[in-house]
């Protein structure tokens, strides 16, 4: 369950990574659709350690470590999506970058593989019950739609 000190940013991180999906459905192109798809994931992960993560006492690591990386420790019930995002990382910052490396296929099922994780996480943060959020789907388009109520 998401901390009293910790759910405002967990939630606006939701809400980020959400209106990256909605971006990620409206795109024109592949990779602009593929860019936001995955952008939504980070947002997620992100949400994740917001909520998680502790701040670490001692020495400083030495090296910079990724969101998937951290959300493996964090979270280890999301280790699966962790290393699935992060293999598209690369092919990421090649859309982003402009470049047209993905399908209109593979943009579309990283559409649906990133809401499945907000889903997965607004429910493991439990904000689909808190009376904060509401989780929903669209009958028309079948999109994940994360509602701000209260």
Known sequence: MVGKFTRRPALDLLHCAQESLQEAVVA???HERYSAAHLAALRVAAAVLA???????GPRRQRIRSAWEVLTEVAPELGEWATFF?????KRASAQAGIPCVTAREADDLVRDSQRFLYEVAASLDVLTQGRLLCETSPSDSRLQLLRVG
């Open 28 to 30: 024109h192109t592949p």
């Open 51 to 57: 909520a998680r993560a502790q701040v670490a006492s």
């Open 86 to 90: 992060a293999s598209g990382a690369k």
